[in-house]
């Protein structure tokens, strides 16, 4: 019997660079949008900082509806974790 499950780490791989795609390229999107960039990056407090966490919510969820992340498709492990 062969075992078709995907390898823990590429999961939790494409889970960590799924978020911080997310992170850090709609936090950067958000502070744009917001005046939250720095010199350092950017930084988001109250109102732009929960849009960020319900992008980041959202992201996962619709991903999830649509067949996977970019990283878990990328990895090749859609259709396998089901």
């Given at each position: 019997m062969?075992?078709d ?12 660079l ?16 917001t005046?939250?960039v ?5 930084r ?6 929960l849009?960020l966490?319900?992008?980041?919510v959202?992201?996962?969820w619709?991903?999830?509806?649509l067949?996977?992340t ?5 990895f ?7």
């Open positions: 062969v075992d499950r995907p390898k823990t780490w590429k999961v939790v791989t494409a889970a960590i799924d978020f911080l795609l997310v992170f850090f390229v709609g936090g950067y999107l958000i502070a744009l949008l005046g939250g720095t010199n350092g990056g950017f988001l407090t109250g109102i732009p900082a849009m966490f319900a992008l980041i959202l992201y996962f619709g991903m999830k509806r067949g996977g970019l990283f878990k498709r990328l090749g492990l859609v259709g396998k974790l089901d």
